[in-house]
T-cell receptor
Framework: SQQGEEDPQALSIQEGENATMNCSYK?????LQWYRQNSGRGLVHLIL?????REKHSGRLRVTLDTSKKSSSLLITASRAADTASYFCATEGDSGYSTLTFGKGTMLLVSP | NAGVTQTPKFQVLKTGQSMTLQCAQDMNHEYMSWYRQDPGMGLRLIHYSVGAGITDQGEVPNGYNVSRSTTEDFPLRLLSAAPSQTSVYFC?????????????FGSGTRLTVV
């Protein structure tokens, strides 16, 4: 079953605007990761936040994690047309051998 | 180039045929896994391995077999292809324990079963 659920399913913005995507999950986690997928390509790892962290930055990316609400958000600042892609959150469990469970993704369209 | 290599990139099978999707990584990652991606379903875990000789089932293992004889290779076998196995298949690898580098994905195999 899907662990993460992204919101919104699709997002359309103009270049220069900020894009915010949200992710909710159901069970205890070791970490939460965000990935980008360009159309027809493999997934690319963007950022990982551990369960004991609340916020993390990487370039134009900002990720927050609220384990009490079992939710995370990904903020992309000053979006560019090249940011157009699908974005997935994925959680790694905290028991036994870890596996990565993905949500259904958010499709982001950034128009010039 | 370091990374995950999947072959073939595209494949068309007839119902009932068998085939093996290849996956190789050169990063000495302990953990390897296979996912399938269907429209509107995200990625679902088929099988995974935490090291040579150790494999386990994921969320959707039926109709697929795996083995891990070496650290580098993790082939996925379709035993008797069915139209429901039409999908895009991704192989991924990582260091065990959630390193900050996350998982490295291959570029995928687009499989059509007719």
């Amino acid at each position: 079953s899907q662990q993460g659920e992204e919101d919104p399913q699709a997002l359309s913005i103009q270049e220069g605007e900020n894009a915010t995507m949200n992710c909710s999950y159901k069970t205890s986690i070791n970490n939460l990761q965000w990935y980008r997928q360009n159309s027809g390509r493999g997934l690319v790892h963007l950022i990982l936040i551990r369960s004991n962290e609340r916020e993390k930055h990487s370039g134009r990316l900002r990720v927050t994690l609220d384990t009490s609400k079992k939710s995370s958000s990904l903020l992309i600042t000053a979006s560019r047309a090249a940011d157009t892609a699908s974005y997935f959150c994925a959680t790694e469990g905290d028991s036994g051998y870890s596996t990565l469970t993905f949500g259904k993704g958010t499709m982001l369209l950034v128009s010039p | 180039n370091a990374g995950v290599t999947q072959t073939p990139k595209f494949q068309v099978l007839k119902t009932g045929q068998s085939m093996t999707l290849q996956c190789a990584q050169d990063m000495n990652h302990e953990y390897m896994s296979w996912y399938r991606q269907d429209p509107g379903m995200g990625l679902r875990l088929i099988h995974y391995s935490v090291g040579a000789g150790i494999t386990d089932q994921g969320e959707v293992p039926n109709g697929y077999n795996v083995s891990r004889s070496t650290t580098e290779d993790f082939p996925l076998r379709l035993l008797s292809a069915a139209p429901s196995q039409t999908s895009v298949y991704f192989c991924a690898s990582s260091y065990q324990g959630g390193s900050d580098y996350g998982y490295t994905f291959g570029s995928g195999t687009r499989l059509t079963v007719v």
